[in-house]
C-alpha cells in the first residue's frame, strides 16, 4: 500500500465535514477530572504545609489586623477629611457662580455703543 492508497483509505474513514462539530463533543467528564487533580492537589498542598499552620495563622492575624485598622483610620479620617473638602468645593463653587453673575451683570451694564477709551 503506498502513501496515496493510505490517503485515500483514511479519508473514506473521516466524516463528512457537515458531521464535525466546531465544539468538541465530550461530556462533564473532562470537567470532573480537572476537579479531581485540583483536590488531589490542595489536598498535597495542605499537607506539606500542615505544620507551618501556626505560621500562616499568625501572618493572616497580622494582614488582617493591619486591614483592620486601615480601615478604621479611612472611617475616622476619610469621614471627616470628605466632609471637609465637600464644604471646600462648594464654597468654590459658589464664589465662582456669583464671580459669573457678576461678570455677567457688568457685561450686560456696558454700553455696546459707547467709544472705547
Same mark, same amino acid.
Given at each position: 500500500?503506498?502513501?496515496?492508497?493510505?490517503?485515500?483509505?483514511?479519508?473514506?474513514?473521516?466524516? =463528512? =465535514?457537515?458531521?464535525?462539530?466546531?465544539? /468538541?463533543? $465530550?461530556?462533564?467528564?473532562?470537567?470532573?477530572l480537572?476537579?479531581?487533580?485540583?483536590?488531589?492537589?490542595?489536598?498535597?498542598?495542605?499537607?506539606?504545609?500542615? =505544620?507551618? $499552620?501556626g505560621?500562616?495563622? $499568625? @501572618?493572616? $492575624?497580622?494582614?488582617?489586623?493591619?486591614?483592620?485598622?486601615?480601615?478604621?483610620?479611612?472611617?475616622?479620617?476619610?469621614?471627616?477629611?470628605?466632609? @471637609?473638602?465637600? &464644604?471646600? @468645593? !462648594? !464654597?468654590?463653587?459658589? !464664589?465662582? &457662580?456669583?464671580?459669573?453673575?457678576? &461678570?455677567?451683570?457688568?457685561?450686560?451694564?456696558v454700553? =455696546?455703543? !459707547? /467709544?472705547?477709551?
Amino acid at each position: 500500500m503506498d502513501q496515496d492508497e493510505r490517503r485515500s483509505r483514511i479519508e473514506e474513514l473521516r466524516p =463528512p =465535514p457537515s458531521e464535525r462539530s466546531g465544539r /468538541p463533543s $465530550g461530556s462533564m467528564l473532562s470537567i470532573f477530572l480537572a476537579g479531581g487533580v485540583g483536590l488531589m492537589a490542595l489536598a498535597v498542598l495542605f499537607f506539606l504545609f500542615a =505544620p507551618l $499552620g501556626g505560621v500562616v495563622l $499568625g @501572618v493572616v $492575624g497580622v494582614v488582617f489586623l493591619l486591614a483592620a485598622i486601615g480601615m478604621l483610620h479611612y472611617v475616622i479620617w476619610g469621614w471627616w477629611l470628605g466632609g @471637609v473638602i465637600r &464644604a471646600e @468645593v !462648594a !464654597a468654590e463653587e459658589e !464664589a465662582e &457662580a456669583q464671580r459669573q453673575s457678576e &461678570a455677567d451683570r457688568d457685561a450686560k451694564s456696558v454700553d =455696546p455703543l !459707547a /467709544p472705547n477709551p
